[in-house]
């Protein structure tokens, strides 16, 4: 709803803009057909000045959305997807919708992305999140390939076990938000993340 105000406001400045051009100012009278060639370009800078100020605002009324269906927490919104997808798939759905798979950063931010995913879906095993090692095996980066420094490995697993075949992470519910390595074409649900200005 706001940005369709704020559509209408575009197009009405536009149009004022426009009109009040082709007419004299009160001040001083303009010889017909004449016209500033400064002017120009200055509409243009003003246009394309309310565009990007219309989709900053799209952008967040966007990520409000999100952070209403999800979870709010460590300056980012969290989103569980349930429909399972491959984990390229499930990363491009997070980054079409504005987002990346969700990356915990410590593990504070890992027990507040299990206890969200729990609590909305308390039926699912686990979810893909944003740590691989498809470049270089055992050099985990996340889905913007910087390195990864928190882990939360499932040591009783002996977890990553993968290999060259194993080489995305899922978070487990059944093991407590611990990190295994699954075949990154395994179809599971996932969780997206994005971030708040």
Known sequence: MLCDRLLILLVFSVTILHLSRGWPSRSRKAAPGQQKVGDEPDFKVQIEKLWQEVNSLKEMQALQTVCLRGIKA????????????????????????????????????????????????????????????????????????????????????????????????????????KWHDEVCRSQKKFICEYLIP
């Open 74 to 177: 460590h300056r980012k919104c969290y989103l569980v997807i349930e429909e399972p997808k491959h984990y390229h798939e499930a990363n491009e759905d997070c980054i079409a919708q504005g987002g990346t798979l969700a990356t915990p950063r410590d593990l504070h931010e890992n027990n507040d992305v299990r206890d969200y995913a729990r609590r909305t879906l308390p039926g699912a095993k686990d979810f893909w999140i944003g740590v691989t090692d498809i470049v270089k095996e055992g050099q985990y980066v996340d889905v913007n390939s910087l390195p990864i420094t928190y882990f939360n490995w499932d040591r009783s697993k002996k977890q990553p076990t993968g290999g060259k075949r194993e080489s995305c992470a899922a978070l487990s519910l059944t093991s407590h938000g």
